[in-house]
T-cell receptor, first 113, second 115 residues
Framework: AQSVAQPEDQVNVAEGNPLTVKCTYS??????LFWYVQYPNRGLQFLLK??????LVKGSYGFEAEFNKSQTSFHLKKPSALVSDSALYFC???????????FGTGTSLTVIP | DTGVSQNPRHKITKRGQNVTFRCDPI?????LYWYRQTLGQGPEFLTY????????KSRLLSDRFSAERPKGSFSTLEIQRTEQGDSAMYLC?????????????FGNGTRLTVT
């Protein structure tokens, strides 16, 4: 079975500090990995994806993520957090041979001014 | 690209009533997904269409739920005899089979409250 784990329900970080939101996955096959952000009463917005190639991928709004195959992780990072980054973040995985996207339970990020 | 559109944004209904939601995907997208999201949880897969064909359906999906995509464009999700446990945000997403590894593009959802 495919699954995604986001071990932290809540992450707090001071504005200007680096942030990390953690994600680990379990799939049978090659994973395609995605990060989404959700603002209150809105749908999910795509941030970035890892398909193949460089383990460090860059996405929207200055976010990046690092794929680590040995640790089955895909942590989201940003060098300098903004208050406007405060939102709910979801990691998702899709098996290369499948069509379903599996989502984690989300991590609420709060950037403190 | 006008984005994925979902209607209505909110629906309040009494237990036992039927409800129907509509999703208009991005026009060139041939894949369409329905997800359900409850508070504190990530989106849960319900069903998936490629063009007009419903290719996958969650085993967790009750027989009271049905989805259609008759012309391969918009889709409807109907819930019959609603129950309080159906209260959730229903999200629609689309993607393109023609773009390798296309991510999902989500609408803003329909929030259902069953009283």
């Amino acid at each position: 079975a495919q699954s995604v784990a986001q071990p932290e329900d809540q992450v707090n970080v001071a504005e200007g500090n680096p942030l990390t939101v953690k994600c680990t996955y379990s799939v049978s096959g090659n994973p395609y990995l995605f990060w989404y952000v959700q603002y209150p009463n809105r749908g999910l917005q795509f941030l970035l994806k890892y398909i193949t190639g460089d383990n460090l991928v860059k996405g929207s709004y200055g976010f990046e993520a690092e794929f680590n195959k040995s640790q089955t992780s895909f942590h989201l990072k940003k060098p300098s957090a903004l208050v406007s980054d405060s939102a709910l973040y979801f990691c998702a995985v899709r098996v290369a041979t499948g069509n379903q996207f599996y989502f984690g339970t989300g991590t609420s990020l709060t950037v403190i001014p | 690209d006008t984005g994925v559109s979902q209607n209505p944004r909110h629906k309040i209904t009494k237990r036992g009533q039927n409800v129907t939601f509509r999703c208009d995907p991005i026009s060139e997208h041939n894949r369409l997904y329905w997800y359900r999201q409850t508070l504190g949880q990530g989106p849960e897969f319900l069903t998936y269409f490629q063009n007009e064909a419903q290719l996958e359906k969650s085993r967790l999906l009750s027989d009271r739920f049905s989805a259609e995509r008759p012309k391969g464009s918009f889709s409807t999700l109907e819930i019959q005899r609603t129950e309080q446990g159906d209260s959730a945000m229903y999200l629609c997403a689309s993607s393109s089979i023609n773009r390798v590894n296309s991510p999902l593009h989500f609408g803003n959802g329909t929030r259902l409250t069953v009283t």
